[in-house]
């Protein structure tokens, strides 16, 4: 079966540590993936996301994905968090060999301690 | 502004009782989506339609019912066949020009049971 895999579930850095959030998926053909950011009382947003070309992609607010084709991942950095950049974040992933079709992984709560 | 409406905001079902969630979006997106959001399962994807008069089920189908009339409305009924409805319902919309637009997502729907 098709699905996604964030392997932290709860994170919880200080201010200006590094960040790498993992996302894998089970898909074997081309995909578009995306990772979308849940902040406390806010709905979904996009944060950034990759369809073809450059496997490094830069989102909003500092944050940067690198898609590895070979290791079916899309794991998220930020280089220094800030306590702002508390929320929970999602990796979700389209077969573009199939449909409209997305699938989400379960989340990575992320706490940002000030 | 363009964007999701889901409504209500807060819903109570008793036992037994079929319940019925709004999504209209003025977007003009034609593929619409319904997940559900249970702590630590992240986003579920329940059904989906890519275009009017058409749906299909996701993962977790069974229990819901939708409906596709119209492209800015899919309203998604939580029938009484669903034995654990409680949960964080979000709707979400895409727009044509490829599998590789994001999801814009309404602010949601918290379904409680009386």
Redesign the interface.
């Given at each position: 079966a098709q699905s996604v895999s964030?392997h932290n579930?709860h994170v919880i850095l200080s201010e200006a540590a590094s960040l790498e959030l993992g996302c894998n998926y089970s898909y074997g053909g081309t995909v578009?993936l995306?990772w979308?950011v849940q902040y406390p009382g806010q709905?979904?947003?996009?944060l950034l996301?990759y369809?073809?070309g450059d496997p490094l992609v830069k989102g909003i607010k500092g944050f940067e994905a690198e898609f590895i084709k070979s290791k079916f991942s899309f794991n998220l950095r930020k280089p220094s968090v800030q306590w702002s950049d508390t929320a929970e974040y999602?990796c979700?992933v389209?077969n573009?060999n199939r449909?409209?079709?997305?699938?989400?992984?379960?989340?990575t709560r992320l706490h940002i301690l000030p | 502004d363009g964007g999701i409406t889901q409504s209500p905001k807060y819903l109570f079902r008793k036992e037994g009782q079929n319940v019925t969630l709004s999504c209209e979006q003025n977007l003009n997106h034609d593929?619409m989506?319904w997940?559900r959001q249970d702590p630590?399962?992240?986003?579920?994807?329940i059904y989906?339609s890519?275009i009017v008069n058409d749906f299909?089920k996701?993962?977790i189908a069974e229990g819901y019912s939708v409906s596709r009339e119209k492209k800015e409305s899919f309203p998604l009924t939580v029938t009484s066949a669903q034995k654990n409805p409680t949960a964080f319902y979000?709707c979400?919309s895409?727009g044509t020009g490829?599998?590789?637009q994001?999801?814009h997502?309404?602010?949601?729907t918290r379904l409680s049971i009386l």
């Open positions: 964030q579930h578009n995306f979308y709905h979904l947003q996009l996301k369809f073809s999602f979700a389209n573009m449909d409209d079709k997305i699938i989400f992984g379960k989340g | 593929a989506y997940y630590g399962q992240g986003l579920r994807l989906y890519q299909q996701g993962d979000l979400a895409r490829g599998f590789n994001p999801q997502f309404g602010d949601g």
